[in-house]
């Protein structure tokens, strides 16, 4: 046998392999991922409701952290402190919730058929109010089954769908559920002549984690939804109490809750599917603004460390610590990646033998932080002297 033979055999033994590859693991999507994820009640939802959480970001400022305040809680570097500070208080003027989800669950809870159907007309009616927005329905179990695609059904029918809207699908238990979700968008889809309906599922259960075969259920899960599924959320309380872990030791940084984003994180990577962390139940409210704050703040770092670029926030006076906290992130590292990337790019030298991934993991990390506010574009030209069509070809993004 040749070696052309050779090379054919293998094409043909491996085409099969070849082409469940492509079609398992596509790639990021790299679109904007926000940087957190607000839950709204739906009942306390209105035309408002994103105005407000601003207001409400900037007065618990005002009261409790001044510039130099927040940079002496926080323990900001003083070089960065300041410019930190200004770029969050821009964010909750110009633009306080990234993304924002109407509440029919946990935080809305079981009312009257008759009353949800009203908040769901009413929050349809309100509409869109910040780039990313969605709602959550109750689950796909059988007590609420029937609730959860009603209220979904009438959202769509009032004509609450438009860009960047996303389903959030709580407490999945089963493939089985993420099958007949996608009949569910389907149907809704030719009903009322829809785009395609995107979904995130909501790891909550121990289920989704490890099924009762002893597989990691949310790899299948991502297959079974395809390209409708855009992320995966994880919630704290209900995983942790899930796992029996006591309320006082429920905490985004449990043992228990980082296995289980372990296996998120591996399961959505390659897939084009968001990894979003949880939130934390401790709000800067009363007296303990400010451990509430440090909390947040470090927990959110911890996040961003750990790879996961996205969580939830439950309460206005969240805002400032989630911003504070990722513009930070981006902040301290740009100067290296900066750095690394001229070296890369054989206009300097780093210090690092640096690798094509790890290119790309460099020009992915400025990019977000340039789609979030925390890195501006005129910097990167400075540093690293190309624009943002290179950063995106050094990522292995599309070319904006």
Request: aromatic residues 8%; proline residues 4%.
């Amino acid at each position: 046998m040749g070696l052309e033979d050779l090379l054919g055999e293998l094409d043909r033994r491996l085409a099969g392999a070849d082409a469940a590859l492509a079609a398992d693991y596509p790639g990021d999507r790299w679109v904007r991922q926000p940087v957190h994820t607000v839950y709204v009640p739906a009942d306390r939802y209105d035309a408002r409701t994103v105005e407000a959480w601003g207001a409400q970001a900037r007065d618990a400022l005002d009261a409790h952290g001044t510039a130099e305040q927040l940079a002496e809680v926080l323990r900001m570097p003083d070089d960065l402190a300041g410019d930190v500070y200004d770029r969050m208080r821009a964010k909750l003027e110009r633009e306080p919730i990234e993304d924002l989800r109407i509440d029919f669950e946990d935080g809305y809870g079981n009312r009257p058929d008759e009353e949800e159907d009203a908040a769901v007309v009413a929050a349809a009616r309100v509409g869109k109010r910040s780039p990313h927005y969605g709602l959550r329905i109750k689950c796909l179990e059988a007590p609420t089954r029937r609730r959860a695609v009603r209220t979904l059904d009438l959202f769509v029918k009032e004509g609450g769908v438009t860009d960047g809207f996303v389903v959030t699908l709580p407490k999945v238990t089963s493939v089985e559920q993420v099958e007949t979700f996608v009949l569910v968008l389907e149907t809704l889809e030719r009903t009322y002549g829809t785009p395609e309906l995107k979904f995130e599922i909501q790891v909550e259960t121990p289920q989704a984690i490890l099924g009762a075969d002893g597989t990691a259920l949310i790899a299948r899960m991502i297959q079974a939804g395809g390209r409708r599924v855009t992320g995966l959320h994880y919630g704290t309380y209900d995983y942790s109490a899930s796992l029996g872990v006591a309320a006082a030791h429920q905490s985004m940084e449990h043992p228990v809750a980082d296995h289980a984003k372990d296996v998120m994180q591996l399961a959505a990577a390659g897939t084009g599917v968001f990894v979003s962390d949880g939130s934390t139940n401790v709000l800067p409210v009363g007296d303990a603004v400010h451990a509430a704050w440090q909390l947040h703040f470090r927990l959110v770092r911890r996040s961003l460390a750990r790879g996961i670029y996205q969580g939830w926030d439950m309460h206005p006076a969240q805002l400032p610590t989630r911003y504070a906290a990722t513009y930070l992130f981006f902040r301290e590292g740009f100067d290296q990646a900066a750095t690394r990337l001229r070296a890369y790019l054989g206009q300097g030298e780093s210090g690092y033998l640096d690798e094509p991934a790890t290119a790309a993991a460099l020009a992915a990390f400025v990019l977000r932080g340039l789609e979030c506010g925390a890195i501006d574009a005129d910097e990167v030209d400075k540093l690293i002297g190309v624009d943002t069509a290179v950063l995106a070809k050094l990522a292995r993004r599309p070319i904006p």
